[in-house]
């Protein structure tokens, strides 16, 4: 199968690009041939490539940046991902796109379904909620996957954040009042293989639609950094703690939700798609990126 997938060095675009999948072909476009910000060749660039299924993964997903760049986040994230929609549209292939948590407010106490209201409190929530809306209206064959917290060795990340940060001190101050489910690019990129290949050759509309993404099991920001330092501690010895701290204590200029948990009880009952513990794939990726030479991470 032939797979086109926007984005040529974010994390999810690494990810499907590393995976040994038999029979997958994995087509990154992105800059300079593809610009989400003039997205007037859209169409044209990827009828091209011939590809069976489309990826929409490419994203302003600076969320603080977002707040006062709010143009090109909407022009990205909403009409972007809208003119992948319809590219794909064209050639009557289905579109696999990537949304976010950040969708939902934060104020339930439970996890989020899929038919909960949402309610974004940022820019770059607000926009990707809008690029949800595009993608849906531009292409029937649509599957929209919220994701949350992603991580990887590739791009830039919390986990990647927190490794650089213990290199210089010894305690780390994170929030512990924000929850939610981190998420590794390498099982967002299995997932999005399998339901490609279902949804290459079942064309029931139960398959469409949204569907939630994320690592099993739940944390908050502080508890997943210690976890990572724990690791890193275990594999070299140093030791640096992390301090909890109330979102209060940590300005940023967007807001996040403090519970963007999201239940993925759908995904596994459409497409019989799960995910893996969070802790388990954290841990394969910190121990990549401490066997890593510096240069490479
Ligand atoms: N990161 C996260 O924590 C989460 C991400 N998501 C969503 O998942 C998807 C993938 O995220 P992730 O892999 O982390 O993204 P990254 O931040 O790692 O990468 C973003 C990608 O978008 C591309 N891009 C940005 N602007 C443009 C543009 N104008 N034209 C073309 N391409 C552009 C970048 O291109 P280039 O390679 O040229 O830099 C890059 O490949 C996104 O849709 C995101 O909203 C959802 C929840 C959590
Ligand atoms: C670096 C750092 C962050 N924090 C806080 C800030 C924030 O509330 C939280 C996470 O910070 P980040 O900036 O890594 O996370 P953030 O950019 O909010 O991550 C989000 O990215 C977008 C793209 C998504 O779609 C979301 O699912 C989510 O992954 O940790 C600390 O408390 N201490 C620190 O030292
Ligand atoms: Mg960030």
Not at 73 to 90: K, L, P, T, Y
Not at 197 to 213: E, I, N
Not at 254 to 281: F, H, I, T
């Amino acid at each position: 199968m032939r797979i086109a997938v926007t984005g040529k060095s974010g994390q999810v675009t690494s990810a499907l690009q590393a995976l040994k999948a038999p029979d997958i072909q994995v087509i990154a476009i992105g800059r300079p041939e593809l610009d989400l910000l003039a997205p007037s060749m859209v169409g044209e660039t990827i009828a091209k490539l011939k590809p069976e299924i489309v990826v929409s993964s490419a994203a302003y997903t600076a969320v603080d940046k977002a707040e006062s760049d709010e143009a090109a986040a909407f022009a990205i994230n909403r009409d972007g991902a809208g003119a992948i929609a319809a590219a794909a549209a064209e050639l009557s292939i289905p579109v696999i796109h990537l949304s976010t948590d950040y969708v939902f407010d934060g104020d339930k106490l439970e996890r989020y379904v899929e038919s909960d209201p949402v309610g974004p409190v940022s820019v770059y929530g607000r926009s990707k909620l809008e690029g949800e809306y595009a993608v849906a209206a531009a292409n029937e064959k649509h599957v929209i996957l919220r994701t949350a917290w992603v991580y990887s060795t590739f791009g830039h990340n919390f986990v990647k954040t927190m490794l650089r940060l213990a290199e210089t001190r010894d305690e780390l101050s994170v929030v512990s009042d924000q929850l939610g489910c981190p998420t590794s690019a390498n099982d967002i990129a299995e997932a999005i293989v399998n339901i490609a290949a279902r949804l290459s050759k079942d064309s029931s509309p139960d398959l469409r639609g949204v569907f939630h993404l994320a690592g099993s099991g739940e944390t908050n920001w502080a508890e997943f950094a210690r976890y990572i330092l724990s690791i890193l501690e275990e594999k070299t010895g140093r030791r640096v703690t992390v301090r909890d701290i109330a979102t209060a204590d940590y300005p940023t200029a967007a807001k996040r939700p403090a519970n963007s948990r999201l239940c993925c009880d759908k995904l596994k009952r459409l497409y019989g798609v799960s995910m893996p513990e969070w802790q388990v794939s954290t841990r394969a990726v910190v121990t990549k990126l401490l066997e890593e030479p510096k240069e490479a991470v």
